[in-house]
């Protein structure tokens, strides 16, 4: 039995259509009590998922809206209980009084994502499922919002569970003969299922494999804007974010921090990082900025070395230079075209080398296919690509242990030692789906949530 909640599932902004959602037992009766439906009849005489016109009031009887009311009963419904939505006018004024209304009737207020969390309560999603809906809800890009909307119907589960069935059947194999030793059952030969648990590790480590490609998915490629003082990395940030984002003097040293702006630029998200310039430096200010400036340049998956064009390289331009030759990804913008050229894109050993102008946006278009190029996915955005940490660290957990028991095998170990680690994988990938994992976990999962969702 759980309790009737209530909540706006729509954001709290002006909008043409704003939705009520209810669920759990009692809520159809609590919707009769404040909801009238134009023909007379009752929500409790409704038909299942059909929207219908009505008016919905307040405790004293007055109207706050003209509105639709659909009614899902459980078990076939998002959260496996009887629900009903109200599709009202998107007023906050409106919804707010509604749901009042509604808290009145019997309802209490729903928590962070507690009609999802009761969706995985209640068998409608496994984990992995459930933390995709919130990464639907969050995508910014139609990549993310595709992978998303695949783990959302199931893909990454699909992966999983054949390699779970996998060592259940192993398992439960072994103690089956283990405990029957007297029943008709197939004698156990680890030797047998070698080739079971080869085919299962070697499925685990594809799929993080495509962890890099995930974490840019989900959170953008976090790009470190690099060079000496004054050659335009502010101007830079603010001409590809659309806006004054960075402070822009002809004064070297303005940046003393770093500053980061999101920005779509092509296809890709980049999180941008307008850095400090990297100089030598007396100023302990400064100094600190720099600094920073080496350690964003250190961790980001993109480095845009940026030099003033229409002046010589110097020892500072190739002082960083040398810096950026050790990151895989890098590019240089020869800045400032519009003042003329004193550096060949040849005197710059990088791959990729473009002039652009900051301040009139030349070159920001080949900037931006050089960018879709280098980070383009490898692996189709369908629910495929593992884009979440918590996950991440469970399936390598369940790889590592599975790496543990085929090397168990290879030193002649006994089936009850080698099987301790193929129950340590299972008990990881059983944190991944929802299975096996500690009831702390899940709800720190659905606190990420909206309420209402």
């Not at 954001?11 to 023909?39: E, K, Q, T």
């Not at 931006?368 to 469970?394: H, K, W, Y």
Request: glycine fraction near 10%.
């Amino acid at each position: 039995m759980s309790h009737a909640i209530a909540a706006v599932s729509t954001g709290n902004i002006v909008s043409a259509i704003g939705i009520l959602r209810l669920s759990g037992d009692g809520c159809i009766h609590i919707a009769d009590r404040v909801f009238s439906l134009n023909d007379g009849k009752k929500l409790t005489q409704a038909p299942d998922r059909k929207l219908m016109l009505g008016t919905l009031k307040d405790k004293e009887g007055r109207i706050i809206d003209q509105c639709m009311a659909v009614v899902s009963r459980g078990p076939h419904s998002y959260t496996g209980e009887d629900t009903v939505e109200f599709h009202c006018h998107g007023s906050p004024a409106v919804l707010a009084a509604g749901l009042e209304s509604l808290y009145l009737a019997g309802a209490r207020p729903a928590g962070r994502g507690e009609f999802t969390k009761r969706a995985f309560l209640n068998g409608k999603l496994d984990l992995t499922q459930a933390e995709a809906v919130i990464d639907l809800i969050e995508a910014d890009t139609a990549d993310a919002a595709a992978n998303a909307a695949g783990q959302v119907g199931g893909v990454l589960q699909r992966k999983l569970a054949p390699i779970y069935d996998d060592l259940v059947n192993l398992c439960s194999h072994f103690h089956a003969v283990l405990d029957y030793p007297d029943e008709d059952i197939a004698d156990f030969g680890l030797q047998n299922y070698r080739e079971d648990l080869r085919r299962d590790a070697k499925q685990l480590y594809a799929l993080l494999q495509t962890y890099g490609q995930g974490r840019i998915l989900r959170q953008g490629v976090a790009a470190a804007i690099v060079g000496k003082p004054n050659v335009g990395k502010s101007s830079l940030l603010n001409a590809l974010a659309g806006f004054d984002r960075a402070i822009v003097t002809d004064i070297p040293g303005t940046t003393r921090d770093t500053v980061e702006e999101s920005v779509m630029l092509g296809f890709t998200r980049l999180r941008l990082i307008d850095t400090a310039g990297i100089r030598e430096t007396g100023d302990a200010v400064e100094a600190m900025g720099v600094q920073r400036s080496k350690e964003a340049m250190e961790n980001a998956d993109l480095t845009l070395f940026v030099c003033d064009g229409s002046q010589p390289l110097t020892e500072e331009d190739q002082a960083i230079i040398d810096l950026c030759l050790d990151k895989e990804n890098a590019i240089a913008l020869i800045n400032k075209s519009d003042l003329g050229s004193e550096i060949d894109p040849s005197d710059l050993p990088f791959m990729a080398v473009i002039r652009i102008c900051a301040k009139t946006g030349e070159g920001l278009d080949q900037l931006a296919d050089m960018v879709d190029t280098m980070f383009e996915g490898q692996s189709p955005c369908d629910g495929s690509i593992l884009t979440n940490a918590r996950q991440f660290d469970a399936i390598r957990r369940a790889y590592e242990a599975l790496l543990r028991s085929l090397q168990g095998l290879m030193l002649g170990l006994t089936p009850d030692a080698v099987l301790t680690d193929v129950e340590e994988a299972m008990e990881a990938m059983g944190e991944v789906t929802g299975a096996t994992v500690r009831e702390d976990i899940t709800a720190r999962i659905f606190e990420r949530f909206c309420v209402g969702k």
